[in-house]
């Protein structure tokens, strides 16, 4: 596979691990167990049989008909909203909470956003009895109210990240924090596929279940394995590499990032990347990412919480510099109306990140006969309120 | 010879380095906290660059380097206050800042920076060693800049001994497993860790840095290694003080120092 990740942690130029010796024994102890780990057979029971039992995988590939009359295309959705508390993050905290047991840790940190990957962990802790605190800014703690609950509900101390823009970035920040401080007893789990090597890769196994499951799903109900187009939002990039990973070497399947281009591309309030991004270093990754002449980070925005980070995976950025990816940016109000459009004409909820991956078929370029699978990554109950606002204004 | 070199051969013991975030708590500060320290005695001065995400750093550099960001602190900004630094001082400067800045900065043009207003080494947390054999060995090594790398508790003995090999100058000492931050006491096992690192007889001296605070931290730090570094202590003091600058520098070395 050339799209995979080589023996120092890169996809080409892009990925590594860059950062302070306070945590390389925590990143080496990681680096050289996870894969020998991920491939014993009594992690994979238990994790085969936690997807299937607890989580409610596979989860359906559902041909969206009248979405699809609507765009003149064949649109299957992936139905990650369907998986227990309602995204596709779960998928990859399962993996990662067996992977710290296995490692003798008893305290889970992670950081989060829209608090889907908050709640996807708390959620495991309190299925292992580990305890568990989350990082989170205090921005998105505002916006994303619903999931702050549910996390405290499940047990887990949400703590507020107070520097910089008050989002995922600055929570990221202060997780890791929170790692070099206890380097002994604690485990992080990253919620994407961002952070040093090996979190991108690791991240990215744990959530391939997402293509594997689409291919005998389209072999099934369309004859082929392969579908023309696969599309999927990008924040970190993590539902997106689950939907790309069993078609990386499929050149003739197309894949598209879609990002948020929150108030424009060229407003001064966006989070896309792949358009404003150049290469750089964040959270130990050397990837594509936004920031000023001097090397400062830019403080991003977006309407959906979980897409308002100024980086990207360092396997996006290696599609998107390869020309293997192609990327489409969406505006707050593009996003809005594909969540109202997706709603009325199929009657699915979508979390706002996902309705980025639904606006983006306006400017697709794409066959009537195409097959379209765009990832459905998480229901839309946290962004009611929002949606709400909305239907009043 | 490098200047931190000469410092190490005259000075064998109780070696202050004081940190300061560059642009903190005025953009102009630069000059006048340089030559306060140095008349107070300090024996090595490591410049902070700020940056937006110092994941190295606790809650008082970080919030320095915002503030110095917001008071328009920039490399180029910062180059130019150094840029006659040289005739009035020959103290040991180091910058501490992150590789990204570095980077986008462009390294050879950096590196000539820095050579050209007289800085002698770089602190950069998060620069693996790896990386740093296979992309700026070469570069910095011709540019007589030593590069200072981090040891913790968690280093293993064999990893300690390939750092001693690379780096220049003095080993920094991470004396706890945590971010910068002044906390007030030296544990049991910090001790312990102190000492088997002294016993290694390492070729680089070192300094203890990370929760050095006061005069008795100071000490302990100076009974297992060349000396210590000072940052989130000084910065605390300093933004405590903006306006009385210069006198106030002299006291907290005197307290540090304990005469
Ligand atoms: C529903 C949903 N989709 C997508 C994302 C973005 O993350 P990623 O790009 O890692 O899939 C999030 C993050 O919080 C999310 O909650």
Not at chain 1, 39 to 66: C, H, I, S
Not at chain 1, 119 to 134: F, N, R, S
Not at chain 1, 136 to 156: C, F, H, T, W, Y
Not at chain 2, 216 to 236: L, R, W
Request: glycine letters at 8%; aromatic letters at 8%; hydrophobic letters at 40%.
């Amino acid at each position: 596979m050339h799209y995979s990740v080589d023996g120092r942690g890169f996809y080409g130029e892009f990925g590594g691990a860059f950062i302070p010796e306070m945590l390389h024994s925590n990143i080496e102890e990681l680096k050289s167990r996870y894969l020998e780990i991920m491939e014993e057979k009594d992690f994979q029971d238990e994790m085969q049989q936690l997807l299937k039992n607890y989580v409610g995988r596979p989860t359906p590939l559902y041909y969206a008909k009248r979405l699809s009359l609507h765009f003149n295309a064949h649109i299957y959705l992936k139905r990650e909203d369907l998986n227990h508390t309602g995204a596709h993050k779960i998928n990859n905290t399962i993996g990662q909470i067996l992977l710290a047991k296995r490692l003798g840790k008893s305290r889970i940190i992670a950081e989060t956003g829209a608090g889907q990957h908050g709640v996807a962990t708390a959620t495991v802790c309190a299925l292992m009895g580990l305890e568990c605190i989350v990082y989170m800014g205090e921005i998105d703690i505002a916006r994303q109210a619903p999931n702050v609950s549910r996390m405290k509900m499940l047990g887990a101390k949400v703590v507020p990240a107070t520097s910089g823009s008050k989002t995922l970035k600055d929570a990221t920040n202060e997780a890791i924090r929170d790692w070099i401080n206890n380097p002994n007893d604690t485990h992080y789990i990253i919620g994407s596929v961002v952070g040093p090597h090996p979190y991108p890769d690791m991240v990215a196994r744990f959530q391939s279940v997402i293509s594997e499951e689409m291919k005998w799903q389209l072999k099934e109900q369309t004859g082929s394995e392969n579908p023309d187009i696969i599309m999927a939002c990008v924040g970190g990039g993590s539902n997106a590499a689950g939907a790309y990973y069993h078609y990386l070497d499929e050149d003739q399947v197309r894949l598209v990032a879609v990002e948020a281009a929150g108030l424009g591309v060229d407003s001064g309030e966006s989070a896309a990347t792949s358009v404003l991004g150049t290469k750089g270093i964040i959270h130990g990754s050397r990837t594509l990412l936004m920031q000023t002449e001097d090397g400062q980070i830019i403080e991003p925005y977006s309407i959906s919480a979980g897409l308002d980070y100024p980086g990207i995976g360092p396997l996006h950025a290696h599609l998107i510099d390869t020309g293997r990816a192609e990327a489409i940016s969406i505006t707050d109000a593009e996003a809005l109306e594909a969540a109202f459009l997706l709603t009325r004409l199929e009657g699915i909820i979508p979390a706002l990140e996902s309705a980025h991956a639904f606006a983006a078929m306006s400017y697709l370029k794409y066959r009537p006969e195409d097959v379209i699978v765009i990832n459905l990554s998480g229901r839309g109950d946290k962004d009611l309120s929002t949606y709400i606002k909305k239907m009043e204004s | 010879m490098n200047r931190i070199d000469q410092m190490f051969q005259k000075k064998k013991g109780e070696i202050l380095n004081i940190y300061f975030t560059a642009g903190f708590p005025e953009l102009n500060d630069t000059e006048e906290i340089i030559l306060a320290l140095d008349r107070a005695g300090v024996d090595v001065i490591e410049i902070g660059m700020p940056y937006s995400d110092p994941m190295a750093d606790g809650p008082t550099i970080q919030e320095s380097g915002s503030q110095a960001l917001k008071n328009g602190m920039t490399l180029d900004v910062l180059f130019n206050q150094l840029k006659v630094i040289r005739s009035k001082t020959q103290i040991p400067l180091l910058f501490m800042g992150y590789l990204n800045q570095m980077m986008q900065y462009g390294v050879d043009r950096f590196l000539n920076a820095c050579v050209a207003v007289g800085i002698d080494g770089l602190i950069i947390p998060d620069l693996p060693v790896d990386i740093y054999e296979l992309e700026l060995q070469e570069k910095i090594e011709k540019s007589g800049l030593h590069i200072i790398f981090l040891i913790t508790p968690q280093t293993s003995e064999a990893r300690v001994k390939k750092i001693d090999e690379l780096a220049g100058g003095f080993i920094y000492m991470v004396s706890n497993a945590s971010i910068t931050g002044a906390k007030s006491e030296i544990t049991n096992a910090q001790l312990d860790y102190f000492a088997r690192i002294n016993a290694m007889n390492l070729k680089n001296p070192r300094l203890i840095g990370f929760g050095i605070s006061n005069h008795q931290t100071f000490n302990q730090a100076c009974q297992f290694a060349q000396g210590a570094i000072v940052g989130s202590a000084f910065i605390k003091h300093i933004s405590q003080h903006g306006n009385a600058l210069k006198n106030s520098i002299q006291e907290f070395v005197s307290q540090l120092r304990g005469n």
